[in-house]
Structures are given as C-alpha cells and as structure tokens.
C-alpha cells in the first residue's frame, strides 16, 4: 500500500482516486519488471539485497553495486537525482538503469522508492530497519533474497560519527575542541531520564541489531573490521562479479585522525555496552569477537587508524 501511495504522491495529483490506483498498480508492475532479474536465480547466484546500517560503508555499497569500482562520477549523478530532484520515482528508475553498470543493483539510499518518511522512526526508510517499513514495500524490495549488511564494532562505529562531524547524520561535535568530552555529553545527553534518543540524527543512534530483526533482517552479515574485503567476499560468493570495492572507492570520514576507542572513558564505554548490548552479542556471535572491551579500528581503510598504533595502544583505556 506504501508503494502505491508513494507512486501517487509522486507521480499524480490529487482527485484522481480511481485512476490514480489503477495507475498505481500498473507501476508497481512495471518496477518489479524493470528491477528485479527475469529469470529467477539460481540458488546462490545474485540473491542478495542490501540492508544500509546507517554509518557502516553503506553509500560505498551501494556505489560499487550501482556504478562498479572506480566511477565515483556516475554514482554521484545518479545519487542527485535519486535524492534532489521533484521527478516521479518511476521516472527515476529509468534514468538509473540508464546510467547502471551491466547487472548493477539499485541498493538502500540509491533506491527512489525507500525515500519516504518512516511513521514510525522519522528517518527515511533507507536509514530504518526493515521491520518497521510497510509490509507491501519491503516485500517488494527484499523480494524472498537473502538480505546482507554490515555490523560495526560500536565504540568504534561511535567514534566514526564523531570524527564525521555531520550535523543531522550522526551529529556535530563543537568544532572538535573538547574531543571525547563532547562525545561523553553526546551520549549523556541522548541518554536522558533513561529514555534513549533512539531514531536522532537521521538513525545513526539506532542499535545495529534492529537491522538484524526479523521480518526482513539481516541474514548475511558482513564484518566491518575487515571492509572492504569482508564485503567483496560475500559479493563474490552470491555470484556479483562486477562489484568489487577497491580502496579508492571507499568513502570515509577523515576529522580527528588521531581519534579511537582507547580514548572513551570508561564511563562513556558502560554507557556504550549498555545501549548497544545486542549488536556486542552479534559481533561475538558471527564473527567470534566477545571481548567487549576490545578497542579496535580498521586496518583496510586509510585513515581509519591512529598514526602511531604503539603509542595509542600504551595509553588506551580498556574496561572490563
Ligand atoms: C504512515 O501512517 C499513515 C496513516 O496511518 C499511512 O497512511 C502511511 O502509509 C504511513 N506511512 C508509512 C511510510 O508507513
Ligand atoms: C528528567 O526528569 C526530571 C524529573 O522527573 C524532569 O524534571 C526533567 O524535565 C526530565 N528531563 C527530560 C529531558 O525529560
Ligand atoms: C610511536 O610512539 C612511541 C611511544 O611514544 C615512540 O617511541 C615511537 O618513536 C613512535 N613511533 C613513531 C613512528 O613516531
């Protein structure tokens, strides 16, 4: 029902009810046509769909998929339209498979029909976990294929959003000045009387683990300490040969180089394991990294760790 109302709002105006529907369901139609394969694939070739965890490489997933490595550019135009421009979804979804790769994937943010507003988050449905998105939608997009995204280790997934600075995805911080101080208030302060802020700054606060809930969780995870080569794995076993994510293709944040989870305190750290205690489970559950202390930071992206690892970790704090 989401689906047709989106299509309506976008494509038809009002007082056209009767016709609208029908047009309505002629489109939804043609968009399975025209963006989901024909034949139907075999067992473990091409079975995925994407489920974009807010602040996890998501947008670099979905760029490979879209464009292939290494053309940023045709991503980029593509992502203005899908976002910017007044146009109808359907006609977004023509000048996409225009400007696709060969057996590119139309993923997450890319995708014009996850771009209404969620009831029940107030974040786009690109950003909210499946479950809470109409069921008419989801069974579109997830399509009975196995669902894969990222999981993040939280501290450093935190510190991520700190260093991003970006105001309405994750946050802005001050300027940096304070640096874990203004992280700390951050917490503390989206940690209020106990409630959480969970759906604040576009969902970049949601737990992990909610994109793991069924309906429509996250089947197939993918590590996020050690992206991209976690990610082009899985790629590569479900058969998506023209998705490979060199590193030049990563997008990344790069405020505060210095910056890692040895430097939370270890209240800001109870506050983490706290609030996030299901994603530390899944971590410790498929990939096997049950230390919950652990401080850790990505070795296969630039930027992502501190200069001088042997200095940073003789000063980290560490907290049972
Ligand atoms: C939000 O709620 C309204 C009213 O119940 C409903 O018509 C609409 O489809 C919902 N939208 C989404 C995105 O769930
Ligand atoms: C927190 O609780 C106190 C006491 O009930 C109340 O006065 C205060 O307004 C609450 N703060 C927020 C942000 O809800
Ligand atoms: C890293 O820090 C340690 C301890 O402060 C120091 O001895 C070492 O020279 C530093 N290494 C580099 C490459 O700066």
């Known amino acids: 029902m989401f689906l047709v109302q989106l299509l309506l709002l976008a494509s038809i105006g009002a007082g056209q009810q009767d016709q609208a529907d029908e047009c309505a369901e002629t489109l939804l139609v043609q968009l399975s046509l025209s963006t989901q394969p024909r034949e139907p694939p075999a067992a473990t070739e091409r079975d995925l769909v994407f489920t974009h965890v807010p602040y996890n490489f998501g947008h670099t997933i979905e760029q490979v998929a879209f464009a292939g490595s290494g053309h940023i550019d045709v991503y980029a135009s593509a992502q203005i339209i899908v976002d910017g421009s007044p146009m109808p979804v359907e006609k977004k979804f023509d000048m996409l498979q225009a400007s696709m790769q060969p057996q590119g994937e139309i993923w ?20 909210t976990p499946a479950k809470h998105w109409p069921k008419d939608l989801a069974d579109w997009y997830f399509a009975g294929k196995k669902t894969f995204g990222v999981l993040r280790d939280p501290y450093e997934r935190l510190v991520a959003q700190f260093r991003g600075n970006i105001p309405g995805y994750g946050g802005a911080f001050l300027g940096f000045q304070t640096t874990m101080l203004a992280m700390w208030i951050q917490l503390s302060g989206r940690y209020c009387n106990g409630t959480w802020q969970v759906y604040a700054e576009d969902c970049t606060y949601v737990p992990q ?39 030049g293709d990563i997008m990344h944040v790069s405020g505060c180089p210095e910056v890692w989870p040895g430097d939370l305190s270890c209240d800001t750290k109870k ?34 760790c501190p200069s001088n690892m042997s200095q940073k970790i003789a000063s980290a704090t560490y907290c049972e």
């Open 108 to 127: 997450g943010h890319m995708n014009p029909a996850l771009h209404g507003t969620s009831n029940v988050t107030g974040c786009p449905l690109f950003y």
């Open 209 to 247: 683990a909610e994109y793991f809930d069924s309906p429509y969780g996250i089947t197939v995870p993918v590590d996020n300490r050690k992206f991209p080569t976690s990610a082009n794995d899985v790629l590569a076993e479900h058969g998506y040969t023209n998705m490979h994510i060199a590193t």
């Open 271 to 304: 506050l983490i394991r706290e609030v996030y205690a299901r994603d530390f489970d899944l971590l410790c559950k498929h990939f096997g990294y049950c230390d919950a202390g652990e401080n850790v930071c990505l070795t296969e992206v630039p930027e992502m």
